[in-house]
């Protein structure tokens, strides 16, 4: 089976979902969506375990890089006062490596909120699918008891009234027959009455994870702009603790990071799996799950013309009950009212409950077609494949750029705040200019944009 008819597989559903899978042993895996199966469980978490290479990777990088850095420094000549050479670009280079940091910021924002856009609108189509099938199962409830209420009530007594007539008790008779096997056809149509799986409960389930999901990426997002920029401060104003502690709060969020990478691989690889052919999996699902037959199923998730209305001979059966009764109790109109009068009341009570019947019949003849519920259907593929998938490849993407940009960043503070020049002790009691770093003696001011490490003045 392939994709509804309101749907298409997106090209990123297409070229991540050919992207090849191995369990633990390296043994292919299909690409079939089968998350109960160990061996693609697996795979989604070898997927997850590649970020964890790479944090590793860059974690040895850094440390050997430091290591080289610390250990193999060339020694500076006695009394020397001019910064060593490259310094300028250890610091430009660091800043450049924020700035990418910050554009991943941006596109992380926009990822995260395209995430919650899809997921919302899975959401919505759920909760408008429960509504569908509540109001199926409203009506049929309703409609039932009014014709149970017509049958107990105004059918009896017009059985009494018109008890002197044979024919037209067996009239009388015959109606009620047709209304009870209307109830009983409309019984049957409330085809989500009493199954455990509740539209409602999944869409509230989904919003409460989505929920928090949403909040720990702006948290991680906002983290690491708060990183970047006190990075950048501590870099202009030279102050050595500040770059420091922000140099300790770079590990932190290059590892987390690299964690929601994986995790955001695996979940991405995963949904294209599931977006590449979503039928058969939601078919199978909701068939364990609520026990419904397949000609329903099939009716509703495909909706074509290839598969019939598993519910047509029960309209139609009721659609000729109800023009039976009406058929019916005009006869009686005609025949019994003028002879009894007494009958007028019952019969125009009876009228008035069938043509709210044919009513609410119409009502449901709506609701049971297949095009609202496979509608919800295709909006819940589309927010999920479309809007939540590219969200994904938004903030996978972020993930990237903010690894890569803070293990340039870890590689280049060290050296950077090595050039930052000596505090004069003097200038603990300035008072003035506490928070200004200080210029090493005998030199000018610098301009304001020689204010980095390494920057030299042309002579004048």
Request: charged share 15%; hydrophobic share 45%; with cysteine.
């Amino acid at each position: 089976m392939g994709a509804p008819p309101g749907y298409r597989p997106s090209a990123w559903v297409h070229l991540l979902h050919q992207l090849p899978r191995a369990d633990f042993q390296l043994r292919p895996v299909p690409s079939g969506f089968a998350p109960q199966e160990q061996e693609y469980q697996q795979a989604l978490l070898l997927v997850a375990a590649l970020a964890g290479l790479g944090l590793g990777l860059s974690l040895i990088f850094i440390t050997v890089y430091l290591i080289r850095f610390c250990c193999c420094r060339p020694l500076e000549p006695p009394g020397s006062k001019s910064p060593p050479p490259g310094g300028g670009c250890v610091t430009w280079s660091c800043i450049a490596a924020l700035l990418v940091g910050c554009v991943g910021i941006g596109i992380g924002f926009y990822g995260n909120s395209e995430t919650s856009d899809g997921v919302s609108q899975l959401s919505s189509a759920l909760l408008h699918a429960n509504h569908t099938l509540s109001a199926i199962d409203h009506l049929v409830l309703e409609t039932v008891e009014s014709l149970g209420e017509a049958v107990r009530t105004e059918l009896t007594t017009l059985e009494e009234v018109l008890a002197q007539r044979t024919e037209l008790v067996a009239a009388t008779r015959g109606a009620r027959r047709q209304a009870e096997a209307v109830a009983q056809q409309l019984q049957g149509l409330a085809f989500w009455q009493g199954v455990p799986l509740s539209p409602l409960q999944v869409a509230e389930d989904v919003s409460f994870v989505e929920e928090y999901r949403w909040l720990a990426y702006v948290l991680l997002l906002l983290l690491e702009l708060l990183v970047c920029l006190f990075t950048l401060l501590g870099l202009a104003k030279q102050s050595k603790w500040l770059v420091i502690v922000m140099t300790v709060m770079s590990l932190l969020v290059l590892v987390l990071s690299w964690g929601s990478m994986g995790l955001e691989a695996a979940t991405a690889v995963g949904l294209s799996d599931f977006c590449s052919s979503p039928d058969t999996y939601i078919l199978n699902l909701t068939q364990e799950e609520t026990g419904l037959g397949s000609d329903i199923l099939n009716y509703y998730f495909l909706c074509n013309q290839a598969v019939s209305n598993p519910f047509q001979q029960r309209l139609t059966l009721s659609q000729r009950a109800l023009a039976n009764i009406h058929s019916q109790l005009q006869g009686l109109q005609r025949e019994a009212v003028p002879q009894f009068p007494s009958a007028q009341k019952s019969l125009l009570s009876l009228e008035e409950t069938l043509n709210v019947t044919e009513g609410n019949f119409h009502q449901l003849v709506a609701l049971l077609h297949c095009r609202s519920l496979h509608k919800d259907y295709s909006a819940a593929l589309r927010g999920l494949c479309e809007d939540a998938l590219e969200g994904l490849l938004f903030l996978l993407l972020f993930s990237l750029l903010s690894a890569g940009a803070l293990a340039t960043a870890l590689c280049s503070l060290p050296r950077a705040w090595a050039l930052f020049p000596p505090r004069n002790p003097s200038a603990l009691y300035s008072g003035s200019r506490l928070s200004e770093p200080l210029l090493p003696a005998r030199l000018e001011p610098a301009s304001p944009l020689c204010s980095f490490p390494g920057c030299r003045r042309r002579p004048h």
